[in-house]
């Protein structure tokens, strides 16, 4: 534990948790606050009021030049063309196979100027990938993870303490827009399902915001809470709902995968995939009784394995067994009757959609 | 700091056995229940399953993780907790108050395999 600690990198506020007590993990890479007060009580502070993370270990991208915008175009699965400066797309990139690489935010911040964001635990991968395929295209790529420090400021709360605790104007971005003030880079973008912020800057600036948000009462959260905040939405975690082999379309993310897009990587495979329907299906799972279906328990139909849970949680806001699962399409269907392995028993359940609170996005 | 009770057995997996003559009462330590956060969801066998020392019986839930329970002796499951299918927090509330399963001890010897207060408590310093 202690070794695989010390081989794990540190954000720039790393100390401010062990001050304030957090228990810390290794996560994609890094060592992480999992929580502080407890998963439950960050989780409702998100819904209701305003919470603060640490999201420095996500890593950052930077794609200019006069070939930008169509190297974006050709590794991403949504559609760039024509996008306004200042808006933010979701999409994946994807095998030629059609799997996912990694599921990313692609922030246009001028003309041929891209700012990408993507997972930590996929920084190596993907950069890796990212140089790969720029062959042919006249860009300057760089890999800025190590650079920016980053905090999502999440909850209904939010813009209030954006301006008036850090001063930061932002009541006139709407939903998945960014704007820059100097270096520091502000989005209305988060993982949580509710109105919220991300600030990426230099590690010195991000540690001031997060000095002057905790002086001010805002709940600091950990990875727990941003985990079960994101699973009550239904978005998708690489890793759990998206995976070498599990496409865009498998987990139900078909609107950000734009086949009438002249070319991407993996175009071919998706097409086909679509046109012959998905073998298996991400769908929503929920429990007649309170055991917790978790990650890679099975899912059963009449006794025969049809798939796998790919999160599952006692939910906080709902008080109910949920999951989301990977299973055979035609099982997938809102209502079916399926099963759940848990440990020695198996449990009834029913497929229902995999949104488990409504999203209170301010768009 | 963890409570420990004198006059308990403990296993390394941190669960406690209170000896009522061949009765072995099992549940978590207050160490455990420290170290999971808040119990939302535990596990319980059903009465007349066999329990076999050191195998899984269960398992207590927290929002993150699940945590298997292992038995620190065998014998016959003869009561659940009931109380805890409604109210699984009350592990946090008190640990030692409230049990998980009582068992028939089929082997008395077994409780020579597990530790007393004082080098549980030195085992949980080391742990932490």
Partial sequence: MMEQELKDKRTCLYDKHVELGALMSPFGGFVMPIQYAGIAEEHKAVREKVGLFDVSHMGEVTVRGKDAERYVQHIFTNDIANAPVGKIYYGMMCYEHGGTVDDLLVYKMGENDFFLVINAANIDKDWAWMQQHAAGFDIDLQNCSDAYGQIAVQGPESEQVMETILGIPCGELTFYSVKTVGDVIVSRTGYTGEDGFEVYATPEYIRQCWDKLIAAGVQPCGLGCRDTLRFEVGLPLYGDELAEDITPLMAGLGMFVKLDKEEFIGKEALAKQKEEGVAKKLVGIELADKAIPRHGYTVLKDGQPIGEVTTGYHTISTDKSVCMALIESQYAALGTEVEIQIRKKTFAGKVVKKLFYEKRYKK | ?128
């Fill in chain 2, 1 to 128: 700091m963890a409570k420990v009770i004198e006059g308990l057995y403990y296993s390394e997996s941190h669960e406690y056995l209170k000896v009522e003559g061949n009765i072995g009462i099992i549940g978590i330590t207050d160490y455990a229940q420290k170290a999971l956060g808040n119990v939302v969801y535990v596990d319980m066998p059903d009465v007349d399953d066999e329990v076999e020392a050191g195998a899984e019986f269960g398992a207590v839930e927290s929002v993150k993780a699940a945590s298997d329970l292992n038995s620190p002796i065998s014998g016959t499951v003869v009561e659940v907790n009931e109380a805890l299918e409604d109210a699984p927090e009350l592990i946090n509330q008190d640990a030692y108050e409230n049990w998980i399963i009582k068992v028939e001890r089929s082997d008395p010897s077994e409780v020579e395999n597990l530790m007393d207060a004082a080098a549980y408590e030195a085992f949980c310093e080391k742990e932490h």
